[in-house]
């Protein structure tokens, strides 16, 4: 067996609804709307389903001379070319239902067993025998037992090597079918384990064409697995006698199973039965399986075969980059038997902006160091998406790894792996790799790691709202794409490691206030509030008379400033003002006083202490009345408020000599 841990058994209870997705181009173009509903059946899972045995009757045997026999069973386990070569076939007079091919593994009839080390039962001629009473439902008839399975598997000496076991699928859906001379069992129509091995292998294609039977043979293939918004190119051969073929393109992974090609048989879309080469462009993302059957002049299904294609469909815009991320494998090389390697990779991740917590990898393994480019499936990007939106249950469905030898790569989880500290994780043999139709199980070590960047929102506020074109930086040093939206948010990415402390904070002018610190734990979704407050400087106002002496209790109003300020005794005020009132712009001022002309203006504060001095005029019209005589009409003089004759005048207060006043100003 190539490397450790074959995987076998692949899906349960698998049920479809069958619509043909696609169009043909080609030779020709065909179409297809129908619907219906088929069930392929497959579980393991008890190991206690026990199928209707068939035995093998006592019988006399006839030959019928050489048949072609394409081997699937021997060839199951192993990363091996199928064969097909001549084996003697007999069939058995008392029950002409029952067919047997003659040391189909000895005396050089398999290339691979020159030694003549392989055989059914080393002891005795072997025999393998199929029972195709119903045609649709043939049988494979088992002559040993190991009470264990509960399965009556057929037993394939290894000589020195072990021995292979053969269950069929008969109870699940797994039969062969019988027509026009040619026995064919699809590939997985059975199971194959060695007998000091737990782990399951599907068979490949197993076909028995009877001498002088028809040619009804029909096989699909290609050599893409998967496209990216381009057509699925596919080949296929059809033998020479098959009358009609009909095909089916469904979006899904499904068995080539004989319920499955019945209704194919039912609702597939008519085909040339010829050999041709065809395109088929899937319009959605994941998989599809194409199906095509041989049938027979009355529709009824002669052989089949299916072959799967995968739709790498990228949208950029439903994805949000976090960068590059490290990524540590462990899926294929212990499979080869290389198990002191664990490479470290630096890849992009990429998250799904509708569902957060469901990640992508861009081309996960194009730097693997074990791969050179003829290794890769090159031609479009190859995307490993893994579903972590329940952190304790991440799952990754089967996707290609875009490597290509042996076959295609692809990737599976078989139990859920956890994102705790930062890390996406799969516990051991907690994922499966296949490589064409071989399962084998990945992650043996329990290497399997990628880092999932955290994801830190930061929302600044000033204590009442948020806060619009705040630059926001980390550990201090601002990063001019981390700038607040209308909601006062921002999103930062950070690769560092659990544990890691980041210090954030959040500058815009007119604003000041503390940062804060986040850990990065077991949650990469982390959030952050700052709350910033305006930032204030001091203000101060002097306001004299034109002498330089000092006016207490003028009232200062300073623009954008609610409320007003009284200078005290030295006719000074404190104003405590934004920032922005200290870069230079011109603030508008006005400051009155009973008795004195009201005065405004403006003045460009700075950051140093530097007052504004406003002086006040006594208002003329104010004053007080100095007497100089109190004789009738003696000239009273009118004194303003700085104690001065105003305007050295003859104003004054004039009194009658009948006592009246009358007060004159000029």
């Known amino acids: 067996m190539v490397g450790d841990g074959q995987y076998g058994t692949k899906s349960t209870d698998i049920a479809f609804t069958v619509e043909n997705d696609g169009s043909l181009s080609g030779d020709n173009q065909y179409f297809c709307s129908n619907s219906t509903t088929a069930t392929y059946r497959f579980d393991l899972s008890d190991g206690k389903m026990l199928p209707e045995e068939t035995e093998e009757p006592e019988s006399q045997w006839q030959s019928l001379g050489m048949a072609q026999y394409t081997d699937g069973i021997a060839s199951g386990p192993y990363s091996i070319d199928i064969l097909t070569y001549e084996v003697e ?59 264990s399975w509960n399965y009556s598997p057929l037993n394939v000496d290894l000589g020195g090597y072990g021995e292979l076991q053969v269950f069929d699928l008969s109870f699940s859906g797994g039969y062969g079918t019988f027509a026009g001379g040619n026995i064919i069992f699809p590939a997985k129509s059975l199971l194959v384990s060695e007998t000091d091995d737990e782990d399951m292998y599907y068979s490949k294609e197993v076909k028995v064409v009877l001498p002088g039977a028809a040619d009804y043979s ?100 439903e994805w949000t980059s976090l960068g590059s991320t490290e990524f540590i494998d462990d899926t294929f090389l212990p499979v080869f038997g290389i198990n002191d390697q664990v490479p470290l990779m630096e890849v992009e991740i990429l998250e799904n902006k509708a ?159 503390e940062g804060v610190t986040v850990t990065l734990g077991d949650d990469v979704k982390l959030s952050a509030t700052i709350v910033l407050e305006k930032a204030v400087d001091t203000a101060l106002f002097q306001v004299v008379t ?41 603030t508008h001022y006005a400051v009155t006083k009973e008795g004195y002309v009201k005065c405004t203006g403006t003045y460009k504060f700075t950051e140093a202490m530097v007052a504004c001095v406003v002086v006040l005029e006594v208002d003329p019209g104010s004053g007080i009345v100095g007497v100089e005589s109190a004789d009738a009409g003696a000239a009273v003089r009118f004194f303003d408020l700085s104690g001065r004759v105003a305007n050295g005048s003859t104003k004054g207060l004039v009194i009658g000599s009948d006592g009246t006043k009358t007060l004159i100003r000029k």
């Open 355 to 513: 569902t957060p917590g469901l990640y992508r990898l861009v081309d996960a393994y194009a730097a693997h160091p074990a791969l050179t480019a003829d290794m890769l499936h090159s031609g479009h990007h190859h995307y490993l998406d893994i579903d972590a939106t329940d952190p304790v249950a991440v799952k990754i469905a089967e996707t290609p790894m875009g490597i290509d030898f042996d076959g295609h790569f692809t990737l599976k989880s078989n139990n859920d792996g956890t994102l705790a500290g930062g890390a996406i994780t799969f516990p051991s043999r907690g994922l499966v790799l296949y490589i064409g139709d071989s399962g084998y199980y990945a992650n043996q070590a329990g290497n399997f790691k990628v880092s999932i960047p955290y994801t830190v929102t930061v929302t600044v506020t000033d204590g009442d709202g948020p806060i619009e074109g705040a630059y926001v930086g980390v550990d201090g040093s601002e990063d001019d794409d981390l700038v607040t939206d209308a909601e006062g948010k921002v999103t930062l990415i950070s690769s560092k490691h659990a544990g890691t402390e980041l210090k954030l904070s959040a500058q815009k002018d007119g604003y000041q206030g």
């Open 89 to 147: 076939v007999e069939q058995s007079l008392d029950n002409p239902s029952l067919y047997r091919l003659v040391n189909p593994y000895t005396n050089g009839n398999w290339e691979y067993n020159s030694d003549g080390s392989l055989t059914i039962d080393s002891e005795k001629t072997s025999y393998l025998t199929f029972d195709v009473s119903d045609p649709s439902k043939v049988v494979i008839v088992t002559t040993e037992s190991d009470g």
């Open 546 to 586: 034109t002498d330089q002496k000092p006016i207490e209790g003028a009232t200062i109003t300073v623009e954008g400033i609610e409320t007003p300020q009284v200078t005290d005794a030295s006719g000074y005020v404190w104003f405590t003002l934004p920032i922005e009132y200290f870069s230079g712009k011109e």
């Open 218 to 317: 029909l096989q699909l293939s290609s050599d893409e697995l998967c496209v990216e918004g381009a057509p699925f190119p596919f080949n296929i051969t059809v033998g020479a006698d098959v009358p009609a073929v009909k095909w089916l393109f469904i979006s899904g992974q499904y068995g080539a199973s004989a319920d499955n090609f019945a209704v194919v048989a039912q609702s597939g879309s008519n085909l040339n039965a010829e050999s041709a080469s065809y395109q088929l462009t899937p319009q959605e993302a994941g998989w599809y399986t194409l199906f095509a059957v041989a049938l027979d002049a009355e529709g009824n299904v002669l052989n089949g075969s299916a072959i799967f294609c995968y739709n790498e469909k990228h949208v950029a815009d």
